[in-house]
């Protein structure tokens, strides 16, 4: 039975600790956090990287910055250095939702304990952040559950970026539909993109996967289509960073590509995403703002360099996969097939 034993992060001795994803799989290392300019640092330089993990990661910034100030500042200073700090972590990544929307959580729990002392504020803001970390494993667990119906016993399932358990607080929600049908009983074996630049298929999902006994085969993002073209594929679940009102899903650069393919061949395009990844303020995918990251990730990675000096280079980190080409949206409150606008408000209702 597959039973997803990773910490993403942890509460440890008054700190946030979040494993260092930069460098898995060689090194297995976890780093300390205490302040929001620091969780923020975190998420921009992926030490922590995924919707829902990301969201997790800001409740905690938050928390972190209201326990830092509370020893010595009034309540007009608390708050105004507080606010500060929420603006540091907003600012951190722009295209995962779930950051925006664990920092609107956590100031209405701000705003709901009214004229309490900074400690006393603080203390509940880190009660908020436990209970978001929680939640969020809850939620997976519910998406692995109703995902896992859809898989077929060993069917072959593509998947691209890592939506595991190290890009949430635990169990994943692509991978953790993998998950819970491989707990159901199923035969499952993965196939994932290597997902350049930044190689989380080939360095997280394959790394989990590994570490869980479940078969999983890499390939360069290249090789998708020749393998649906051979029958060789029969899912793909893929997670989301964010999701239009309409449906459009905004996730890891290339996802779009293996959604046409996987129409092309009239293979099920799954996307698992918690609510919390829907932003129904956004009517379309057009409206989703898309991160363009250092030049530094596509020329090389690392330590190495590849590419010719001076090479101009073009990085968008996401890209939108329209509503028509989802088969269905796996959420914690039950699968949407071919979602629009209609079906995802119903879900909030």
Not at 65 to 72: G, M, R, V
Request: proline share 4%; with cysteine.
């Amino acid at each position: 039975m597959a039973n997803s034993m990773v910490e993403t992060m942890r509460w440890q001795n008054g700190k946030l600790e979040m494993i260092d994803q930069r460098v898995l799989p060689a090194r297995f290392e976890f780093i300390a956090y205490d302040s929001a300019a620091s969780v923020a640092e975190g998420i921009r330089s992926m030490v922590v990287r995924g919707a829902p993990a990301i969201g997790c990661a800001a409740a905690y910034g938050v928390a972190l910055e209201a326990l830092k100030l509370a020893p010595s500042n009034s309540g007009e200073t608390f708050t105004k250095q507080l606010e500060i700090g929420f603006e540091i972590l907003a600012q951190s990544r722009p295209t995962a939702v779930n950051l925006f929307w664990a920092l609107a959580r956590m100031r209405r729990v701000w705003q709901a304990m009214g004229a309490l002392e900074p400690l006393q504020l603080a203390q509940g803001l880190l009660k908020e952040a436990h209970e978001i970390l929680a939640e969020d494993v809850r939620i997976n667990r519910a998406m692995g559950e109703h995902g896992a119906l859809l898989l077929k016993n060993q069917a072959r399932v593509l998947t691209h970026c890592n939506a595991g358990a190290l890009a949430t607080a635990g169990h994943g929600t692509a991978l953790g539909v993998i998950r819970s049908a491989v707990e159901a009983g199923k035969r499952i074996s993965v196939i994932a993109d290597e997902t350049r630049p930044f190689l989380q298929g080939a360095r997280l999902t394959a790394w989990e996967m590994m570490q869980e006994g479940i078969p999983v085969t890499l390939i360069t993002d290249g090789m998708a289509g020749h393998l649906m073209s051979r029958g060789e594929i029969d899912a793909v679940i893929v997670g989301a960073d964010r999701i239009a009102a309409n449906g459009d899903v905004a996730n890891k650069i290339g996802t779009y590509m293996v959604a046409v393919l996987a129409q092309r061949h009239g293979i099920p395009f799954y996307v698992a995403a918690p609510l919390s990844t829907i932003d129904l303020a956004i009517k379309s995918g057009a409206g989703i703002p898309i991160e363009e990251r250092d030049a530094s990730e596509v020329f090389g990675f690392q330590e190495k360099r590849w590419a010719p000096e001076g090479v101009a280079v073009r990085n968008p980190a996401f890209d939108v996969t329209p509503a028509e080409l989802v088969t269905a949206l796996i959420t914690e409150r039950g699968v949407v097939h071919e979602p629009n606008e209609a079906r995802i408000l119903a879900l909030f209702r």
